[in-house]
């Protein structure tokens, strides 16, 4: 319906055959355009006569070094599949935020790159360790060490760097070439390597949290003192990951269904108590780290007046109604245990609510550690969902993006476009050691609803003017032929450059351009 049908699929399983499909659209008007996963449109076809390569056949892990930290894998690893298999040696590899089905070639190599574990394993294009490479001509090239037989410990040389012409900033989107195998930096993983499971699509419990092992909601009092925790957490080097939680998502989560979701935002809790929320894993080895982690987590908070909200307590229906009537005229429910940090130490060894914080436990745990998003409840309250903005950037820019989408898509909440979700839906996180930071503008619509098609088309318009006419950074979304001359201007233009690079690597036009740059002859 949205994206034009290819004049063939095909299913090759070796770089080789990869090879020779390049060849065969250099003799033919025919174009390639690989894909792995499959979860973006930028996989897909652009023009009638482009050979879509599904490549799930190449699902191999090829060689997981334990001792030097490396992975090389092939397109269709799952990134839940390679970390399944990396827990048994004690290691971990970055999962972008999309979810953990999505293939971690392609993030690594090809698009963008960000996920929840950014404060302990930076983000997926940092990550790249050399990758084979079936040049847009057939010809096969293996960057870094791993092309010199020297192992694959960098993408780099020898001789001049071509990582920024492979996969630059954002990625070539299958728009240079197919990327049949690449090496992948892994981390150390301080949690065990099995844990046991219970329960039921999409909802599974953990039989227990793994052993020194915290899964925390931090609630701030204000944007600034999220923004200063963000930095201090950081720089303290404490957290496994985080993800800054916006108060609509946080009602999402705590509830099962669309009318409970209705009662908690009725009662008005979750907008005076979760407007500034992040939520946080911490993970040790021993003990003693663990111990030292969380002293340092509580110091921040302190400084910051955060709140280690307890999960604990019931989050029903009747307890939301009667708890909002109670707090009608409070302003800040936690304001107490901002006072008094002692407090929140008492309220988490209250011996009560044992099964409810086991199940929060296990959502934050599917979230920050696995990357299993439940889709179903994410999709619940509209059914559709599109972003804005976007920009990888500092931690600080990200919250400026976050406060742009919200008072521009209130119109249409205000219109009944959109669905009321607060107006801030800014979800993100920070990056190594806080240097980093990353937050895009979630909105949620009816994708039945003409009306809100058209607005979702007006606020990605919009947003492309405000990352330019605000400094807001190139989105997301800032990919492919009409983004780049809509950007070029502001930002050194960066796509003469890549045209001249297609034009080099591929003057047949034998991979899909689109969502890459179109050569300067065919501009």
């Given at each position: 319906?949205?994206?034009?049908?290819?004049?063939?699929?095909?299913?090759?399983?070796?770089?080789?055959?990869?090879?020779?499909?390049?060849?065969?659209?250099?003799?033919?008007?025919?174009?390639?355009?690989?894909?792995?996963?499959g979860?973006?449109?930028?996989?897909?076809?652009?023009?009638?006569?482009?050979?879509?390569?599904?490549?799930?056949?190449m699902?191999?892990?090829?060689?997981?070094?334990?001792?030097?930290?490396?992975?090389?894998?092939?397109?269709?690893?799952r990134?839940?599949?390679?970390?399944?298999?990396?827990?048994?040696?004690g290691?971990?590899?970055?999962?972008?935020?999309?979810?953990?089905?999505?293939?971690?070639?392609?993030?690594?190599?090809?698009?963008?790159?960000?996920?929840?574990t950014?404060?302990?394993?930076?983000?997926?294009?940092?990550?790249?360790?050399?990758?084979?490479?079936?040049?847009?001509?057939?010809?096969?090239?293996?960057?870094?060490?791993?092309?010199?037989?020297?192992?694959?410990?960098?993408?780099?040389?020898?001789?001049?760097?071509?990582?920024?012409?492979?996969?630059?900033?954002?990625?070539?989107?299958?728009g240079?070439g197919?990327?049949?195998?690449?090496?992948?930096?892994?981390?150390?993983?301080?949690?065990?390597?099995?844990?046991g499971?219970?329960?039921?699509?999409?909802?599974?419990?953990?039989?227990?949290?793994?052993?020194?092992?915290?899964?925390?909601?931090l609630?701030?009092?204000?944007?600034?003192?999220?923004?200063?925790?963000?930095?201090?957490?950081?720089?303290?080097e404490?957290?496994?990951?985080?993800?800054?939680?916006?108060?609509?998502?946080?009602a999402?989560?705590?509830?099962?269904?669309?009318?409970?979701?209705?009662?908690?935002?009725e009662?008005?809790?979750?907008?005076?108590a979760?407007?500034?929320?992040?939520?946080?894993?911490?993970?040790?080895?021993?003990d003693?780290?663990?111990?030292?982690?969380?002293?340092?987590?509580?110091?921040?908070?302190?400084?910051?007046?955060?709140?280690?909200?307890?999960?604990?307590?019931?989050?029903?229906?009747?307890?939301?109604?009667?708890?909002?009537?109670?707090?009608?005229?409070?302003?800040?429910?936690?304001?107490?245990?901002?006072?008094?940090?002692?407090?929140?130490?008492?309220?988490?060894?209250?011996?009560?609510?044992?099964?409810?914080k086991l199940?929060?436990?296990?959502?934050?745990?599917?979230?920050?550690?696995?990357?299993?998003?439940?889709?179903?409840a994410?999709?619940?309250?509209?059914?559709g969902?599109?972003?804005?903005?976007?920009?990888?950037?500092?931690?600080?820019?990200?919250?400026?993006?976050?406060?742009?989408i919200?008072?521009?898509?209130?119109?249409?909440?205000?219109?009944?476009?959109?669905?009321?979700?607060?107006?801030?839906?800014?979800?993100g996180?920070?990056?190594?050691?806080?240097?980093m930071?990353?937050?895009?503008?979630?909105?949620?619509?009816?994708?039945?609803?003409?009306?809100?098609?058209?607005?979702?088309?007006?606020?990605?318009?919009?947003?492309?003017?405000?990352?330019?006419?605000?400094?807001?950074?190139?989105?997301?979304a800032?990919?492919?032929?009409?983004?780049n001359q809509?950007?070029?201007?502001?930002?050194?233009?960066?796509?003469?450059?890549?045209?001249?690079?297609?034009?080099?690597?591929?003057p047949?036009?034998?991979?899909?351009?689109?969502?890459?740059?179109?050569?300067?002859?065919?501009?």
């Open positions: 319906r949205w994206t034009p049908r290819p004049v063939a699929v095909v299913l090759p399983e070796t770089t080789e055959q990869v090879s020779e499909i390049l060849r065969l659209c250099n003799r033919t008007d025919l174009m390639a355009k690989p894909l792995s996963t979860f973006h449109a930028v996989c897909a076809a652009s023009r009638d006569r482009v050979v879509v390569l599904d490549l799930k056949r699902n191999k892990i090829v060689d997981i070094d334990v001792e030097n930290q490396i992975a090389l894998i092939e397109p269709y690893v990134a839940i599949d390679l970390q399944s298999e990396l827990f048994k040696h290691l971990t590899v970055h999962v972008i935020s999309a979810g953990s089905n999505h293939s971690t070639l392609a993030s690594t190599t090809a698009a963008w790159g960000y996920g929840v950014g404060p302990s394993s930076g983000y997926s294009g940092r990550n790249l360790l050399g990758v084979e490479w079936v040049l847009p001509s057939g010809e096969i090239l293996t960057l870094g060490s791993g092309g010199a037989g020297s192992g694959w410990f960098t993408a780099d040389g020898p001789g001049p760097s071509l990582r920024g012409i492979m996969r630059g900033f954002q990625g070539s989107f299958g240079l197919v990327f049949t195998k690449c090496a992948v930096k892994l981390y150390k993983w301080e949690g065990p390597e099995k844990w499971v219970g329960g039921a699509s999409p909802v599974y419990l953990l039989d227990q949290l793994p052993p020194r092992m915290a899964m925390n909601v609630a701030f009092p204000d944007k600034q003192a999220m923004k200063d925790a963000g930095y201090k957490l950081g720089e303290a404490i957290e496994f990951a985080n993800f800054r939680t916006p108060m609509f998502f946080n999402l989560g705590m509830t099962e269904n669309n009318e409970e979701l209705k009662v908690a935002l009662s008005g809790i979750f907008q005076k979760m407007n500034y929320t992040v939520l946080s894993a911490v993970v040790a080895r021993s003693g780290e663990f111990a030292w982690k969380m002293r340092v987590l509580k110091e921040i908070l302190r400084e910051t007046r955060g709140v280690r909200v307890a999960m604990n307590l019931e989050v029903t229906p009747k307890a939301l109604r009667i708890a909002g009537k109670l707090l009608r005229h409070v302003k800040d429910p936690l304001a107490p245990l901002r006072r008094f940090p002692i407090l929140q130490d008492l309220v988490h060894a209250l011996p009560l609510g044992r099964k409810q199940e929060q436990d296990s959502r934050l745990f599917w979230l920050l550690v696995r990357n299993a998003v439940n889709t179903q994410t999709f619940r309250p509209s059914q969902m599109s972003t804005v903005l976007g920009s990888f950037d500092t931690w600080d820019l990200g919250v400026a993006q976050s406060d742009w919200a008072a521009a898509k209130q119109k249409y909440i205000d219109e009944g476009v959109l669905l009321d979700d607060g107006g801030d839906l800014g979800c996180g920070t990056f190594e050691s806080g240097h930071g990353y937050l895009e503008g979630i909105y949620l619509y009816d994708p039945n609803d003409p009306r809100a098609l058209s607005a979702s088309g007006e606020l990605i318009d919009a947003g492309s003017d405000a990352a330019i006419e605000k400094s807001l950074g190139i989105p997301i800032g990919f492919g032929s009409e983004m809509r950007f070029a201007p502001h930002c050194s233009d960066y796509p003469r450059w890549m045209r001249r690079i297609k034009q080099a690597l591929d047949n036009t034998a991979s899909d351009p689109f969502f890459y740059a179109e050569s300067e002859t065919d501009d």
